[in-house]
């Protein structure tokens, strides 16, 4: 399916772009986009699905989904690339200047988007702000939440980003500022610390979290892990090798 805006889409350019990564959520499609147009009803949105090479019925349902669902738009990697490569595949080809991340199992509330909206707009310098949610009652077993709790204090206290959950996929932040982002695999864990580095801030707010109701995890405890040491390694190298530049004002005098 293309992505091209509809024609009646054209006419009005969203305020905000609502980015899900899928890869196998078949079941979870119609209720979720349901759940999102729901809480953005009266806010010019889009809502921009990139199925990353999934191999049951996903795509089909995204378009039997599209055809009553004027705001959505549908991406498709030929061979999973990973949730951060799709995360990045949308925010590209969003047109609202605002991006909000949601996983696409349906355990983030879209209900809780338009007090993330209300927040960051209230903020005044705002053009480099990353609100983050912060699952305070998390709704999974406790294997994950055990292994969850301890990674994201182990991380805070190395990179110093001060993000008590960076694992919840509801996040809303300006698209300029994403776009600034060094690329990579796993990179959608790492947003607090990225964020840091390039000069922002960083908000975490406390978001609803529900249990998973249909389909499977596409991650395993032991995989995540393994994994996050080389990225929290590589995370830790990018701050050390940058440091950003502070421009004086016209006219200041020369040190």
């Known amino acids: 399916m293309s992505d091209a805006p509809r024609p009646a889409e054209s006419s009005l350019v969203p305020l905000l772009a609502v980015v899900v990564p899928v890869r196998n959520e078949a079941e ?6 349901d759940e999102i147009s729901a809480a953005l009803a009266g806010l010019p949105h889009e809502i921009i699905y990139v199925d990353d090479g999934s191999t049951d019925g996903t795509a089909a349902a995204l378009a039997g989904t599209a055809r009553r669902a004027p705001a ?3 991406l498709r990697h030929a061979a999973s690339c990973g949730q951060s490569a799709a995360i990045v595949t949308g925010v590209r080809a969003a047109r ?3 991006i909000a991340t949601l996983d696409g199992d ?3 509330d879209p209900a809780d988007i338009p007090a993330l909206w209300d927040f960051v ?3 005044p310098e705002n053009d480099r702000l990353l609100a983050a949610g912060w699952r305070v009652n998390r709704r999974d077993t406790q294997i994950k939440r055990l292994s969850s709790r301890f990674a994201n204090r182990l991380r805070a206290r190395l990179l110093g980003d001060a993000t008590p959950d960076t694992g919840c996929g509801l996040k809303l932040f300006p698209r300029a500022l994403f776009l600034e982002l060094p690329p990579f695999d796993h990179m959608h864990r ?6 840091l580095r390039a000069g922002g801030r960083v908000v975490s707010r406390p978001v609803n979290h529900r249990p998973r109701l249909r389909g499977t995890s596409n991650y395993g405890t032991l995989d995540r892990a393994l994994v996050g040491i080389s990225d929290l390694m590589g995370v830790m190298w990018l701050q050390r090798r ?3 530049p502070q421009l004086l004002p016209p006219g200041a005098p020369q040190a």
Do not use: C, D, T
Request: hydrophobic content about 55%; glycine content about 4%; aromatic content about 12%.
């Open 28 to 33: 979870n499609i119609a209720p979720l986009v």
């Open 72 to 74: 959505l738009r549908v």
């Open 96 to 98: 609202a200047a605002w």
């Open 106 to 108: 349906g355990q983030n």
């Open 121 to 123: 707009r209230a903020e």
């Open 190 to 195: 790492y947003l607090p610390a990225l964020v």
């Open 242 to 244: 940058w440091k950003r």
